[in-house]
C-alpha cells in the first residue's frame, strides 16, 4: 500500500506542475491572440 501512495503522489508531483505550466501557456495564447 505504501508503494502504491507512493507512486500515486510522485505521479500527481508530476502531473501538478505540468497543469501549473498548462494554463498559464493558455492564458498567454489568448493575450497574444488578443
Do not use: C, G
Not at 2 to 30: C, G, Q, W
Amino acid at each position: 500500500m505504501e508503494l502504491e501512495t507512493n507512486f500515486n503522489r510522485d505521479h500527481l508531483l508530476k502531473l501538478v506542475p505540468n497543469l501549473l505550466m498548462s494554463i498559464p501557456m493558455h492564458a498567454l495564447s489568448h493575450t497574444d491572440r488578443d
